[in-house]
């Protein structure tokens, strides 16, 4: 077994918590529970340390030699102790401040650098307006005439986000089953992009490929002719305001599901 003997007054211990309260209670100071590289002095310190003083350390570093660097800024050659860190720069460049190198803030050397500006069209009226891409979204306008007008053509009806399929009066007998079929027949997601009612928080849209007015307007037809499968289509809100504004063709949107039929009224009579 392992004895501890007291460093000043020779007592035997058989722990060194018991020979660290003697010492504490009968000696001044802290028990010394290092033994310093340079001096071979025990010494007392908080976190386990080489040497018992900056002098030991210093003459420790002596001992072992200076190492030789060169200068990252200006390529002159400084010594520095192995046992500390490395430099990267001498002591007249750290002094200066010369060393530092703040970012770039002009275009590509910006470090959040994304391009610049893009060339982009007003959705309304055509007009080339220029954006950063952080501030492009799904629909680009020049102004605020052209945003009201936008906001005016795309949020009534289908086209609100608050519309939930309205009821029998505006779209007449059969909207409301011929909707629930569409959604159904589309897994409730957009059939373009694949938006889920789950991404947008509820069903998707039910775009009616030809549009209401025409069988409205078509002397042969009522509006219900409107409402039969073929004719629908889920969409997403996005997708749905360019199908609104034509960005995307009649065509494309029946390929979408799936539709081998033509239907005699767009052709014949609806002239679409």
């Known amino acids: 077994m392992t004895d501890y003997s007291c460093p000043d007054c020779d007592r035997v211990y058989e722990a060194t918590s018991q020979l660290k309260i003697h010492y504490d209670h009968r000696h001044d100071g802290s028990f010394p529970e290092y033994e310093c590289e340079a001096c071979d002095e025990w010494f007392h310190a908080s976190a386990e340390r080489k040497y018992c003083s900056v002098t030991c350390r210093r003459e420790a570093n002596d001992q072992t030699g200076k190492a030789t660097a060169s200068c990252e800024q200006c390529s002159t050659e ?86 939930n399929g309205g009821n029998d009066e505006p779209y007449g007998t059969g909207w409301n089953a011929v909707r629930r079929r569409a959604l159904d027949r589309d897994d409730h997601q957009c059939v373009r992009c694949g938006t889920t009612a789950d991404d947008i928080g509820r069903n998707p849209d039910v775009h009616h490929i030809v549009p209401v007015r025409s069988f409205i307007e078509s002397d042969d037809h009522a509006k219900t002719d409107a409402h039969f499968l073929d004719n629908v289509v889920s969409l997403c809100i996005s997708c749905h305001r360019k199908a609104d504004h034509d960005k995307i063709s009649k065509q494309y949107l029946r390929s979408l599901i799936d539709s081998e039929s033509t239907t005699a009224l767009e052709g014949e009579t609806l002239g679409s």
């Open 78 to 163: 400084f010594e520095y102790y192995p046992s500390e860190k490395k430099g990267l720069y001498c002591s007249d460049c750290v002094e200066s401040g010369e060393w530092r190198s703040p970012p770039s803030l002009n275009s590509e050397d910006n470090p959040q650098w994304n391009g610049g500006k893009r060339e982009l069209s007003c959705e309304i009226c055509g007009k080339t307006v220029e954006r950063y891409q952080s501030n492009v979204n799904d629909v680009v306008v020049c102004g605020e005439a052209c945003r009201r007008e936008w906001l005016s053509e795309s949020f009534i009806g289908e086209g609100h986000p608050n519309w």
